[in-house]
């Protein structure tokens, strides 16, 4: 297979391909993939009107992901041969839908569990009203934001509100940004969504009080799934993320919206506490194969 970089510009031939997926991992999206497409160093082959894609972890490891397009047991099996020529391939964010499909080809490969990189999966009808007792916090947040802002308002970003959105971005993230190579990706990446919304395909929603932007939300959707990708708000405005995440997936009532992933918490338990607070229809469990 010829290999070459992924960039911005293969956006267009992957979309088709991610409506083509049974599952709803954020993996098997543009923000999913492309977001990350430098940090992990990804390429892709097409091959026979199938898309391979590889790419590289921090320690100079190759994993492949799931091909995309065709039929999987065959892709798989393609995979396989490789394998034999080239040694073991190892599988990254494999969906736990796709498990029987790897072990149908593949009998005997070693399956692990990534449990830092399920997505959170919640109803969409759940975050837009937030109903019920297990909401109770969510709304007394949002009502205090309402009560300590005189004027509120939730629009969608478009191209007159973006630079105040990218100010408050660079001057609430960038000015005390951490040395982290995770972080200043994530950084870099929202930026380059800021400036390329067209071609990233992405829907955001700007929260401002009295007039200023106190946070925003970046998202794209894929069949009946909305997944935010970007979410950042300022956390002085007690309530403000509270009101991104109700007010982002209200903007979407209506539009054949069933259900949201919030994606991952990379093991952080800070953000695990937050993700589990919205109380998740399903975890959305993730593997590593290593075809041989």
Not at 14 to 35: I, L
Not at 73 to 82: A, D
Not at 250 to 261: D, L, M, P, Q, T
């Amino acid at each position: 297979m010829d290999f070459q970089q992924l960039t911005l510009d293969d956006i267009s031939l992957f979309k088709p391909y991610f409506r083509q997926m049974k599952s709803r991992t954020c993996d098997f999206t543009v923000g999913g993939m492309f977001m990350w497409r430098k940090f992990y160093k990804m390429e892709y082959a097409l091959h026979e009107g199938v898309i391979y894609s590889r790419l590289w972890d921090n320690q100079g490891q190759v994993f492949y992901n799931l091909p995309l397009g065709g039929e999987m047991r065959q892709n798989l099996g393609t995979l396989r041969e490789l394998a034999r020529d080239q040694g073991p391939i190892r599988l990254c964010t494999v969906p736990q839908c796709y498990l029987e499909d790897v072990q149908a080809v593949c009998p005997q490969c070693g399956i692990t569990e990534q449990t830092d990189f399920a997505d959170y999966l919640y109803l969409a009808s759940d975050l837009m009203e937030l109903r019920g007792k297990r909401y109770s916090g969510q709304r007394n947040q949002i009502s205090q934001f309402k009560r300590e802002t005189a004027q509120w308002a939730f629009s969608p970003l478009t191209g007159d509100n973006a630079p105040a959105v990218e100010d408050f971005f660079t001057q609430t993230y960038l000015a005390g940004a951490g040395a982290g190579d995770t972080e200043r990706e994530e950084n870099e990446r929202v930026l380059e969504v800021l400036h390329n919304p067209d071609r990233y395909g992405m829907e955001g929603g700007v929260l401002t009080a009295e007039g200023a932007v106190v946070g925003f939300s970046l998202g794209e959707v894929v069949n009946d799934t909305l997944f935010t990708h970007i979410e950042k708000a300022d956390r002085t405005y007690k309530g403000a993320y509270q009101m991104l995440v109700n007010q982002f997936a209200a903007a979407y009532e209506g539009r054949g919206v069933s259900y949201i992933n919030r994606e991952e918490d990379m093991g952080d338990p800070g953000l695990r506490r937050a993700k589990q607070a919205y109380h998740p229809v399903e975890l959305l469990k993730k593997y590593i194969v290593e075809v041989n």
